[in-house]
């Protein structure tokens, strides 16, 4: 059964940085694309990035580039979310979500596991 659980969230401040972790027990993360996604309150739930694990191409959303990097050790079957330049707009529930295969690995693909997600918040 293929559980995800993030951590590291938390309060920063506007313009500080944030690792999101995402460990994934109990199933081969190898054999598996890696999202994080992200949902703020009245919003709908948004792509942040993506990774393969084959060649460890990522993708990110607009919003993302630049500050947010995503990274992922198969080995401890783990998917991490570096953050920087924090802002207000960016305060949301963050979940990773795991796909299996490499096939469309990118935002717009549907993902069938989700984590329980991790709250991040960028006072204003």
């Known amino acids: 059964q293929v559980q995800l659980q993030e951590s590291g969230g938390g309060s920063v401040q506007a313009g500080g940085s944030q690792r999101l972790a995402c460990v994934a027990p109990g199933f081969t993360f190898s054999n598996y694309c890696m999202g994080w996604f992200r949902q703020a309150p009245g919003k709908e739930r948004e792509g942040v990035a993506t990774i393969y694990s084959g060649d460890l191409t990522a993708t990110y959303a607009d919003s993302a580039k630049g500050r947010f990097t995503i990274s992922r050790d198969n080995l401890k079957s783990t998917l991490y979310l570096h953050m920087n330049g924090l802002k207000p707009e960016d305060t949301a529930t963050y979940y990773c979500?795991?796909?299996?295969?490499?096939?469309?690995?990118?935002?717009?693909?549907?993902?069938?596991?989700w984590g329980q997600g991790t709250q991040v918040t960028v006072p204003t």
């Open positions: 979500a795991a796909r299996y295969g490499g096939r469309l690995c990118n935002l717009h693909s549907t993902y069938i596991h």
